[in-house]
């Protein structure tokens, strides 16, 4: 693949995700059965893609200079304009307008939900693992829109960190259902973003409460998108906006618990945990979930090289590192409906076992792992 390839062509299919703009405003205005087109499309769609195209396996030069990326990089950047126009757009039509019934505006304001999550705050993902500061910003900026804004320090220096062990709330534990999954991260997650930057603050010599607390501008970004959304549509308006919010966050959980389902680390005694390796995290080269998600999918290299851009993330195939059946959309879809995922996933989990931890064979070995119950890891 030559670096001409790298940085016009190959990018197009990345900027699929502004096919969500026409569909949310078709459905705004026609209503009916149209509101049901970004869900089906996010979900179903670009699942049918995936059987028609296949998988992606090829892998860039990881060395590629970031000036030939810049068609990769712009469609991250813009999106949050895009993403603001969008919420308080529609925001703004559903509370002068009386085109849409309740119910209909509820439907669409779930398929906003479901743009938010799957394409605004993994963009935001990709912005805030980078080191200059307007991506980071634009990164900030778009999880605020969805009053998420903690997710990027929990991301940074507990997920990263502690993935695979117990001090992790977003790895899923084996037989853990979805739904149970999603109230415990909601409860752990904000206290772990917030212990997480306090111990930083201290090894700085510094309160908590310092100004350099990110946190404080997370508050901050947040407090203001609550008031546009009253300034703009009033009580109902506030409601919309933390109802996209609730759901945008439930699709983003929805891809962490598919991510690393059961996958855990070895307890080396004393809260010592083995390094992060590729076996550590669920992948999938389907093509089109890769375009939406933007080579998420390829999760174990971002693991592995947590600022490496999407573009050029590396494919690990099925002897480095796990495989699931489907893309992470379609996984996602299953992990909704427990029984259905348990079947499907269960056996794939002993497999794994199996293959990177033959000695854990007894009841006894696997029980601490399977149920979160080993010694957490070292901070």
């Known amino acids: 693949m030559n670096l001409s390839e790298i940085s016009t062509r190959n990018a197009l299919p990345f900027w699929l995700s502004l096919g969500v703009v026409p569909l949310l405003w078709l459905?705004?205005?026609v209503g009916g059965w149209t509101l049901v087109l970004v869900p089906l499309c996010a979900w179903y769609l670009i699942g049918a893609l995936d059987a028609v195209l296949g998988l992606n396996t090829a892998n860039p030069d990881p060395n590629t200079a970031e000036s030939e990326l810049f068609w990769y990089r712009l469609i991250t950047m813009i999106w949050f304009p895009i993403q603001f126009a969008n919420i308080f757009g529609l925001i703004w039509f559903v509370t002068h307008t009386a085109h849409l019934s309740t119910f209909e505006t509820i439907v669409l304001f779930f398929g906003l939900g479901v743009s938010s999550g799957s394409i605004g705050i993994v963009y935001a993902h990709e912005l805030f693992h980078q080191r200059n500061t307007l991506e980071r910003w634009l990164g900030d900026l778009l999880l605020s829109s969805v009053l998420y804004s903690h997710f990027r320090t929990e991301h940074l220096l507990v997920h990263h960190k502690h993935v695979g062990t117990r001090r992790d709330a977003v790895t899923a534990l084996y037989n853990e259902g979805f739904h149970h999954y999603f109230a415990r991260v909601i409860h752990e997650c904000p206290r772990s973003a917030w212990a997480a930057e306090k111990a930083l603050l201290a090894r700085k010599g510094l309160s908590p409460w310092h100004p350099r607390n990110p946190h404080f501008r997370y508050w901050t970004?947040?407090?203001?998108?609550?008031?546009?959304?009253?300034?703009?549509?009033?009580?109902?308006?506030?409601?919309?906006?933390?109802?996209?919010?609730?759901?945008a966050i439930w699709q983003l959980e929805l891809t962490n618990y598919v991510e690393h389902y059961g996958l855990t680390r070895r307890h080396l005694g004393d809260g010592k945990y083995e390094h992060v390796m590729p076996h550590h995290s669920w992948n999938a080269a389907h093509?089109?979930?890769?375009?939406?998600?933007?080579?998420?999918?390829?999760?174990?290299?971002?693991?592995?090289?947590?600022?490496?851009?999407?573009?050029?993330?590396?494919?690990?195939?099925?002897?480095?590192?796990?495989?699931?059946?489907?893309?992470?959309t379609?996984?996602?879809?299953?992990?909704?409906?427990?029984?259905?995922?348990?079947?499907?996933?269960?056996?794939?989990?002993?497999?794994?076992r199996k293959r990177y931890y033959p000695d854990l064979t007894t009841f006894e070995d696997w029980e601490p792992y399977k149920d979160g119950t080993n010694p957490l890891p070292r901070l």
């Open 27 to 29: 459905s705004a205005f």
């Open 221 to 247: 970004l947040q407090i203001i998108m609550l008031i546009l959304a009253v300034l703009i549509g009033g009580v109902p308006g506030l409601f919309l906006f933390m109802w996209q919010a609730l759901v």
């Open 287 to 328: 093509m089109a979930t890769n375009w939406l998600l933007i080579n998420l999918q390829r999760h174990s290299d971002h693991h592995y090289k947590p600022d490496r851009r999407f573009p050029l993330l590396q494919n690990y195939d099925e002897d480095e590192a796990p495989q699931l059946p489907y893309g992470y």
């Open 330 to 352: 379609l996984m996602g879809v299953a992990a909704v409906i427990p029984p259905v995922w348990r079947r499907m996933m269960n056996p794939k989990v002993k497999a794994w």
